[in-house]
T-cell receptor
Framework: GENVEQHPSTLSVQEGDSAVIKCTYSDSASNYFPWYKQELGKGPQLIIDIRSNVGEKKDQRIAVTLNKTAKHFSLHITETQPEDSAVYFCAASFGAGKSTFGDGTTLTVKP | GAVVSQHPSWVICKSGTSVKIECRSLDFQATTMFWYRQFPKQSLMLMATSNEGSKATYEQGVEKDKFLINHASLTLSTLTVTSAHPEDSSFYIC???????????FGPGTRLTVL
């Protein structure tokens, strides 16, 4: 089955700096790669996603890049704000919405 | 659009009792829903896939007799934790696929505490 590795497990940045989280996946058949933000005691919220036919996608301060050959994808957050502090999960899936999640990254943005 | 709700948001029960958690898609229909379990500071682990009109598909290692899943309609799936024990205490989250490509919409989760 699919295996997703996520790094780093914790990340602390100063407000205004950029944050980068990286994931690798094992199954070359995976074709959908979402990123979720989870705040304490809440369900995950989709913040951005990318499909295997696209190399990069951007939405305001958030961007995701995908390297299919190397089987890795990354989340980039620019101009970080304290409200960006949360746990971020990457995931990979192929069809039917069934996803395999990374272990999560706890992002702390210091004001 | 694409809102998924869960009820209850939290529940405390005694060991040995059964607890039912509901997952509803509020503004769209879902023939499939997914149930996840998340322990503190850990990732989401898929427990089972709920299929409307047929039996659920359970992931390896998940006891189907303990975690009963019923997908009664196109907008409702229920997870019943039978004979709950303290080790079943966890955060249970459901999700439903959207109408476009593979995206999932997650519910807010249910915190189960078994005393």
């Amino acid at each position: 089955g699919e295996n997703v590795e996520q790094h780093p497990s914790t990340l602390s940045v100063q407000e205004g700096d950029s944050a980068v989280i990286k994931c690798t996946y094992s199954d070359s058949a995976s074709n959908y790669f979402p990123w979720y933000k989870q705040e304490l005691g809440k369900g995950p919220q989709l913040i951005i996603d990318i499909r295997s036919n696209v190399g990069e996608k951007k939405d305001q301060r958030i961007a995701v890049t995908l390297n299919k050959t190397a089987k890795h994808f990354s989340l980039h957050i620019t101009e970080t704000q304290p409200e960006d502090s949360a746990v971020y999960f990457c995931a990979a899936s192929f069809g039917a919405g069934k996803s395999t999640f990374g272990d999560g990254t706890t992002l702390t943005v210091k004001p | 659009g694409a809102v998924v709700s869960q009820h209850p948001s939290w529940v405390i029960c005694k060991s040995g009792t059964s607890v039912k958690i509901e997952c509803r898609s509020l503004d769209f229909q879902a023939t499939t829903m997914f149930w996840y379990r998340q322990f503190p500071k850990q990732s989401l682990m898929l427990m089972a896939t709920s299929n409307e009109g047929s039996k659920a598909t359970y992931e390896q290692g998940v006891e189907k007799d303990k975690f009963l899943i019923n997908h009664a309609s196109l907008t409702l799936s229920t997870l019943t934790v039978t004979s709950a024990h303290p080790e079943d205490s966890s955060f249970y989250i459901c999700s439903a696929p959207g109408t476009t490509y593979n995206e999932q919409f997650f519910g807010p989760g249910t915190r189960l505490t078994v005393l």
